[in-house]
């Protein structure tokens, strides 16, 4: 079998397994059963909104202090 045989026959394989590989794939897509929407299931409820009247008077915010100190680096 000579090279200009072989790339032809390689050739020839080749585009059967690509043709193979779509009727494959559109022989097992499924087709979409009828229209459907996004809110079919149970009905999606939300909670009552809450406003209070009252605040807190002040906010609790934590000082941040230093636990250890860094003495100053010797100069030579």
């Known amino acids: 079998m000579t090279s200009k ?4 026959v390689s ?5 059967a397994g690509v043709i193979a590989m779509g009727a494959l794939g ?11 929407t996004v809110g079919d ?3 999606i409820t939300l909670g009552e909104t809450t406003t209070s ?5 002040e906010i609790a915010t934590p000082v941040a202090s230093p636990e250890v100190t860094a003495e ?5």
């Open 72 to 76: 100053a680096a010797p100069t030579a």
């Open 5 to 8: 045989q072989l790339k032809f």
């Open 41 to 43: 299931g149970p009905e």
């Open 26 to 36: 559109a022989a097992f897509t499924a087709a979409p059963e009828g229209a459907q």
């Open 11 to 15: 050739a020839t394989i080749g585009a």
């Open 53 to 57: 009247t009252t605040g807190q008077t």
